[in-house]
Each structure stands twice: as C-alpha cells, then as structure tokens.
C-alpha cells in the first residue's frame, strides 16, 4: 500500500508562509513521486490560553487553502472544530481532519463524513487504539467513503504524552490507513508558561518506530523556522529535514 503523507505549518500565518511550505512539498513530490498532501489550520480554536494566535478563520482561511491548491496542485487538509465548518471546509479540502479532543462528537464525525471528503479522525489522548472502532463506525455509517485513523499518544500524568505503538496494528484491524501523528506525539501539552512545550528532536524516531510498527501514514507539523511559529513551535520538524526523513519513509 502507497504511503500518506501529511505535512505543513500548524496553523496559518500569512500567504507567505503557506507558499514557502508549499514549494517544497511540491518539489519533494516531484522528486520522489509521492503525494503529500498539506495541512494548515484555518483556526486553533484548542489552544492553551486565550492570548494565543488562532490564525484567519474559517472564510479567509479557505481562500487561502484554496490559492495553495491551484497554485502548487497541492491536495488539502484542514481540522475542523464545529459540526457547520464541514461543509465549507469540504468545498476546498480533500482530507477533514477530526481534532483528537473531538474524536467522540458524533454530529462532528456525521458532518465530516456526508461532505464525501476523507476524514482523518484522531485519537483521542485518553482512548485506546480499539476504542477508535466507534469513531469509524460513526463515520462509515453516515457515508464516508475513506477513513484514516490517527495516533498521537495518550496523556502520561501532567504535561506529557507517551505512545503506545501498539495502537497502530490495533488501529488497522479497524482501518486500511493508519497515520502516525510524529510532531503532535512529542507534545508536552501546557508545559511551557501557557502554551505547549515539546521535543522535536524525537520525531524522526517517533516516524520510524510507527513504521516498523505498520503504520502506513505520516503526519507532520513542519515551519522554516519552529521557534518563530506562532503555534506548536516546540514540537513542529524543521522544513529543511522534512525531505530527507520521507525518504528515509518510503524504503521502511
């Protein structure tokens, strides 16, 4: 089975960024003849603190999405926090991505799934990989034609995650696709003065142990410069090493 892979800046800053994470996910699909499909969020409605950047909204946010797409040829994903973003959001993405925290909404999953898009649920922080089986029947039920599962860790105590690479062949006894979330799963969630601290030096190890473990999806929060981003910065790969990593990828 052909691997996925998502890939792109946590949450929409300006234009400027969006292209320059989108040139060089177009050239590394030329080159390596993939299909990385990118991901912004139009709004961060779950961050830690109020004060936080939550990026455009939704209007502004999908024309944006939108100009990436026809410029680059890019397909889409975006996250979607209510169950009446689906519908516009299904108008430009190819991927609806269910945040983790959200995973059990059913309204949400039925919304996602009857746009006729594909709909990444995530799992949550404190469900196990069997659990997402009712997630995905929510969604299968209301007539989603393809469904990829998610793994980003489960709460260990205060500020931290811990995964359990068990979930993956868990996960795919449920669904065909299995996405390993690398820069969400090295979170440390709250742990930096009001906002998400985290560990990016462990994601290319967090990518290659869900590959040995079966996963067959990759999902990446990538920036030129993490520590400018205005969301996720601790966690978030650094788009030079984002190329060699999916290379290292597709021969696991």
Same mark, same amino acid.
């Given at each position: 089975?052909?691997?996925?892979f ?20 177009a050239?590394?699909n030329?080159?390596l003849?993939i ?23 939704i ?11 026809? &410029?680059? $040829?890019?397909?889409?994903?975006t996250?979607i926090?209510? =169950?009446?973003? #689906? %519908?516009?959001?299904g ?8 945040p ?14 009857r746009t006729g898009r594909?709909?990444?649920i ?7 990989g069997t ?5 995905y ?5 209301a ?7 998610t ?5 260990y ?15 795919l ?21 009001g &906002?998400? $601290?985290g ?7 967090m =990518?290659?142990? #869900? %590959? ?9 929060e990538?920036h ?5 981003a ?16 999916v290379?290292?990828?597709i021969h696991?």
């Open positions: 089975m052909e691997k996925v998502i890939a792109g800046p946590c949450v929409i800053e300006s234009a400027e960024l969006l292209d320059t994470v989108a040139e060089r996910l050239d590394i030329r080159r003849g299909d990385i499909v990118f991901k912004a969020s139009f709004d961060k409605a779950n961050r830690t603190s109020a004060s936080s950047f939550r990026g455009p909204g209007d502004r946010g999908l024309r944006m999405l939108a100009d990436v797409r026809s &410029k680059w $040829g890019l397909r889409i994903c996250d926090h209510e =169950a009446w973003q #689906a %519908a516009p959001a108008e430009v993405a190819d991927v609806l991505q269910i983790a925290f959200l995973c059990r909404q059913t309204d949400l999953l039925v919304a996602a799934a594909t709909v990444n995530k799992k949550a922080q404190f469900l196990s659990d997402m089986r009712y997630p029947e929510k969604a299968r039920e007539g989603a034609r393809e469904i990829w599962l793994e980003r860790g489960n709460m105590g205060y500020n931290n995650l811990v995964v359990d690479f068990r979930n993956i062949p868990d996960m006894r449920i669904a065909p696709t299995v996405v390993m979330d690398c820069t969400h799963s090295v979170q440390r969630p709250g742990a930096a003065g &906002k998400t $601290g560990n990016r030096e462990f994601v290319p190890a =990518a290659l142990a #869900a %590959a040995a473990f079966g996963a067959n999806g990759f999902f990446f990538v030129p410069d993490p520590d400018r205005l969301s996720d910065g601790p966690n978030m790969l650094r788009l030079d090493d984002f190329g060699p990593l290379e290292r990828l696991c």
